[in-house]
């Protein structure tokens, strides 16, 4: 009779977890796109940099900027907003489109890994924290690269935890695609790294239990090391081959401009230990979801068992390694400490190892802390409840409704800036913006960190996407705009009042302009929008 209680409880998860996580991932979808403006103007500097690039695919094949700039970065996310700009036109919700779908998927994605890692119950409670996750929601509404990223990672992790026949292919084609996504993927390297030595180790020690030589038949191997050694030479070539093609595309990226091939790395890459780092990422991490790391440190292996389990690269162990390695890189790895958006790549997997953890240690820990002991139905009952409570611990509708909220704005400067003429000048503070909704910038407002956007050439600077004419003190304002464009209309866009601006030059700049303005609007969105008749 138990048996076949059993049996039936089993039949109905079968059934009904897969309806679950369909109507998970449309209620995700719904969540996402409630959220997505629905006027023109309201993508960011980086977002309309990958629309130009997407714009260059549609016209030449390949990402070239208007002004002859091969942009190779984000290069999947560019050729996929390309085929969406080419089936329903370009605006700002095709552009969101991609980002929208692969969030949706990542939903899946993590259902998937957390069922490798611990069973249907905990990921299908992990796949809840990352449909409702405040910070990755946000992101999905954003034509940019990390949903794309997300979900290839993701992939490329579940892929190498399951290690199917042809599983080493599909993870290292996802790495790859999550390498062309964002150069962050390459993150997963080392975490590939250590779960093979640690599969080839405890390999190594099963055929030494089993008192066999190295030459033993497969079935005394241990299950989780891949039989096939072409396959993990494979997996290893695409991978290597991936990092190289970013790695050498980022160098070319930069070498014709006046930073040099290397700028971006100097820029961004640091390395050096500093606990005020760890504390801005605990810090990220706790305003997101405070509750995740301190259940996911629960699944470090605390007995011999689990231990083995953990080197073998199975359950809770390549989860735990991806968040780590997010964690560290993002606390030791950068000139600015705590970056937000890196911490992103944290989420997934923290989801994971956390409502795995809890779905295993919950029980035990309670037994050891009360002394009640748990057998059977009720066993399974708490463990439904714990995960019940880290889901309702990770969800904040309050926070989903603002979100919405703040980007449902009735106009943007795009609109404010509709009565222009095709002669009038653009002076933007962000040209591939301006680029991408009016077709050209003339002058770009920008007073430091031009050098990695510029072409390295004698002044006046250039933009590499643009073209615009670089503007960096009132000297080049007066001799390079207002000087010889008497006679003319001039329209700026700024990304905030001049009061605000931090920056001394820039802010005296923008100042200046606001003084000659015979015009000034103010769209809903912040921007400033001046017009000047010279």
């Not at 993927?185 to 599969?199: E, H, K, N, Q, W």
């Not at 020690?205 to 033993?216: E, H, I, L, P």
């Not at 030059?505 to 609007?521: D, P």
Request: with cysteine.
């Amino acid at each position: 009779m138990l048996a076949s209680g059993k049996s039936a409880w089993g039949r109905f998860n079968r059934a009904s977890i897969p309806i679950a996580l369909v109507l998970l991932a449309v209620v995700a979808c719904l969540v996402r796109a409630n959220g997505i403006p629905a006027v023109q103007g309201t993508m960011g500097r980086d977002e309309a940099r990958l629309a130009l690039a997407a714009r260059g695919i549609l016209d030449h094949g390949l990402p070239i900027m208007g002004d002859g700039f091969l942009y190779t970065r984000g290069l999947l996310p560019a050729y996929l907003n390309a085929l969406t700009f080419a089936v329903l036109g370009s605006s700002d919700q095709a552009a969101r489109m991609s980002d929208l779908v692969f969030s949706t998927l990542l939903v899946v994605a993590v259902y998937q890994l957390g069922r490798l890692a611990g069973g249907p119950r905990p990921a299908l409670a992990a796949a809840l924290i990352v449909a409702f996750s405040p910070p990755l929601v946000l992101q999905a509404r954003e034509a940019w690269l990390y949903s794309t990223f997300l979900l290839w990672l993701t992939l490329a992790v579940g892929w190498l935890v399951r290690d199917a026949p042809g599983d080493r292919l599909r993870a290292g084609l996802a790495a790859v695609a999550a390498l062309l996504s964002h150069e962050l993927a390459v993150l997963f390297v080392p975490v590939a790294l250590l779960i093979d030595l640690g599969r080839a180790w405890h390999a190594r020690q099963a055929r030494r239990r089993a008192g066999v030589t190295a030459g033993a038949p497969p079935h005394v191997t241990d299950r989780t090391w891949p039989r096939s050694g072409r396959m993990v030479l494979v997996f290893w070539a695409l991978l290597l081959v991936g990092v190289g093609t970013v790695g050498a595309l980022s160098m070319l990226l930069r070498s014709q401009t006046l930073g040099g091939p290397t700028v971006e790395i100097q820029e961004y890459l640091r390395p050096g230990f500093d606990l005020r780092g760890l504390t801005l990422s605990f810090g990220i991490l706790g305003r997101w979801h405070p509750w995740l790391l301190p259940v996911a440190v629960l699944g470090f292996p605390w007995s011999r068992r689990s231990w083995r389990a953990f080197v073998a690269g199975r359950g809770l162990m390549p989860c735990l390694l991806m968040a780590v390695v997010v964690i560290c890189f993002n606390s030791f790895g950068l000139v600015r400490r705590g970056e937000s958006r890196y911490m992103l790549a944290a989420v997934p997997f923290l989801a994971v190892a956390a409502a795995v953890a809890l779905d295993r240690l919950g029980p035990p820990l309670i037994t050891a802390l009360t002394g009640w002991r748990m057998r059977g139905q009720m066993r399974q009952l708490v463990r439904v409840l714990l995960l019940t409570l880290l889901v309702a611990a990770n969800f904040d509708p309050v926070r989903l409704v603002l979100d919405a909220n703040a980007r449902a704005v009735p106009d943007t400067w795009v609109q404010a800036v509709a009565d222009r003429q095709p002669t009038d000048l653009i002076v933007s503070f962000a040209p591939t913006l301006t680029s991408y909704y009016l077709g050209r910038t003339d002058f770009w407002l920008r007073t430091e960190g031009y050098a990695k956007y510029v072409w390295n050439a004698p002044p006046p600077l250039r933009d590499v996407h643009t073209s615009a004419v670089v503007l960096r003190n009132q000297g080049e304002l007066d001799r390079l705009l207002l000087v010889p464009h008497q006679g003319r209309t001039v329209w700026v866009v700024l990304a905030s009042d001049p009061s605000t601006e931090t920056l001394r030059v820039l802010r005296a700049m923008e100042e200046q302009l606001m003084n000659l303005a015979v015009e000034t609007r103010r769209p809903s969105d912040g921007r400033v929008v001046l017009k000047l008749e010279l």
